[in-house]
Nanobody
Framework: QVQLLESGGGLVQAGGSLRLSCAAS????????LGWYRQAPGKQRELVAT???????NYADSVKGRFIISRDNARNTVYLQMNSLKPEDTAVYYC???????????WGQGTQVTVSS
């Protein structure tokens, strides 16, 4: 079955950096888009950044200029480099993968990112 496995979360001080990774496996179809979403306590899940198979990216306004999304198509892996982290970036970060031919989104289990002030 399709699995998305995140890693790289943790605790960091404000102004610090973290790099998240998500390895996708189990699909014979290509993931047309891979991305990251986050959910803070008491809030709805929100888009952080997405990247298409061709490398086009989309970022939430709140992370533009601080976060960089990238993907390694050969490894079916997506990365999120998070710089200049702020306490308001604290959330569970979820990896998302979309397969267009199946019209299906897949989700990882999430990784906690905590930014202390």
């Amino acid at each position: 079955q399709v699995q998305l496995l995140e890693s790289g979360g943790g605790l960091v001080q404000a102004g610090g950096s973290l790099r998240l990774s998500c390895a996708a496996s189990g699909s014979r179809f290509v993931f047309n888009a891979l991305g990251w979403y986050r959910q803070a306590p008491g809030k709805q899940r929100e888009l952080v950044a997405t990247i298409t198979l061709g490398g086009s990216t989309n970022y939430a306004d709140s992370v533009k200029g601080r976060f960089i999304i990238s993907r390694d198509n050969a490894r079916n892996t997506v990365y999120l480099q998070m710089n200049s982290l702020k306490p308001e970036d604290t959330a569970v970060y979820y990896c998302n993968g979309r397969i267009d031919v199946l019209n299906t989104n897949y989700w990882g289990q999430g990784t906690q990112v905590t930014v202390s002030s």
